[in-house]
Nanobody, 122 residues
Framework: QVQLVESGGGLVQPGGSLRLSCAAS????????MGWFRQAPGKQRELVAT???????NYADSVSGRFTISRDNANDTLYLQMNSLKPEDTAVYYC????????????????WGQGTQVTVSS
């Protein structure tokens, strides 16, 4: 059983910062790409940022220069540092990972966390 558990969400004023974390646990053999997605009320889920196992990053234009994605491979943890937050960043943020398990080492599968709410409001 694999779990991705996000934390760090909350209420913040415009211009403020938050740091999200996503801890992967379970019978994980190897984690490949990881990413953050978000879904605002009434909107489709969208890509925020991704990072490969080697550290190559990719950002949505709307967050580039304000958000930073990083990962700790030794501890199977993903982070998202969010600065200069705007009201339009309000959404549920989801962690995503491509990984293989001990029982299926050669078959990567995609996993999602349960999400953490980020609200940017004065």
């Amino acid at each position: 059983q694999v779990q991705l558990v996000e934390s760090g969400g909350g209420l913040v004023q415009p211009g403020g910062s938050l740091r999200l974390s996503c801890a992967a646990s379970g019978s994980i053999f190897r984690i490949y790409a990881m990413g953050w997605f978000r879904q605002a009320p009434g909107k489709q889920r969208e890509l925020v940022a991704t990072i490969t196992s080697g550290g190559t990053t990719n950002y949505a234009d709307s967050v580039s220069g304000r958000f930073t994605i990083s990962r700790d491979n030794a501890n199977d943890t993903l982070y998202l540092q969010m600065n200069s937050l705007k009201p339009e960043d309000t959404a549920v943020y989801y962690c995503n990972a491509d990984l293989t398990t001990v029982r299926a080492m050669g078959i990567p599968a995609n996993y999602w966390g349960q999400g953490t709410q980020v609200t940017v409001s004065s």
